[in-house]
């Protein structure tokens, strides 16, 4: 008796791990079959078909993927719903929707910093200094290199970040991600970040912005 319990738990162990094996091999024949270099576009449509362009994943979060997932308007929403501020950390910021709805809020009194990357200075279709022009408080990195965050903090409690750039072709044509995440002490982490990274400026290249 005990030589069959033990043949039989070791066929049964046997049938797990076949069972893995194949299950295994089936999804790497899959990953394989639509990820290979040969077939890129099927593999595009395959992620596209299975991944929805929005969800909440908890109470307190909400992701987006563009294109398709309306990653544009959830920040619209979000900063037209800021009633105090918005601090904004973000390596290319060219989207004239996006700044309008800066310039909206600070039109009903939220008070608004920008915190740009030292190429926007210069960029085409940049909207640093038309957020100066407007009186935007705003500030051009000192980063020799990259300042490459992409996050905003709404009100000390909501934090909007990802790897969404605020320009047209990341709602439009890039495959972009976006989280919202409402939740005060993630929001004070970041506030503590921007506010490091907010007095690492270069006077010089934000003077030129303002046209000073």
């Known amino acids: 008796m005990i030589r069959w319990r033990h043949f039989r738990a070791t066929w049964e162990v046997w049938v797990l791990l076949v069972g893995f094996f194949l299950a295994f091999a089936g999804s790497m024949v899959r990953w394989w ?5 040969e077939a890129p576009r099927a593999a595009r449509l395959v992620e596209r078909a299975d991944a929805p362009a929005s969800a909440e994943l908890a109470k ?7 294109p398709g997932g309306d990653a544009r308007g959830a920040i ?4 037209g719903a800021a009633q105090d501020s918005i601090l904004i950390a973000m390596y290319t910021f ?3 929707q996006l700044s309008q709805a800066l310039l909206d809020a600070r039109g009903r ?12 200075a210069t960029m085409r279709h940049s909207q640093a200094r038309a957020l100066a022009a407007a009186g935007i408080a705003l500030r051009i990195s000192s980063n020799p290199r990259i300042m490459h965050n992409k996050f905003a903090i ?15 072709a ?7 991600n976006l989280l919202i995440v409402r939740n005060a002490e ?10 490091i990274l907010w007095n690492m400026w270069d006077r010089k290249l934000t003077d030129e912005v303002y046209g000073r």
């Open 60 to 66: 307190d979060v909400e992701v987006f993927f563009s």
């Open 154 to 168: 709404l009100d000390d409690a909501v934090v909007i970040t990802g790897s969404y750039n605020w320009t047209k």
């Open 94 to 96: 060219t989207d004239f």
């Open 109 to 120: 009194g939220v008070k608004v910093l920008v915190y740009l990357d030292r190429s926007q």
């Open 186 to 195: 993630i929001a004070a982490r970041y506030r503590e970040q921007f506010v």
């Open 170 to 176: 990341a709602g439009d044509d890039n495959d972009e």
């Open 76 to 79: 619209q929403q979000a900063v």
């Open 33 to 37: 079959s639509v990820s290979g270099t």
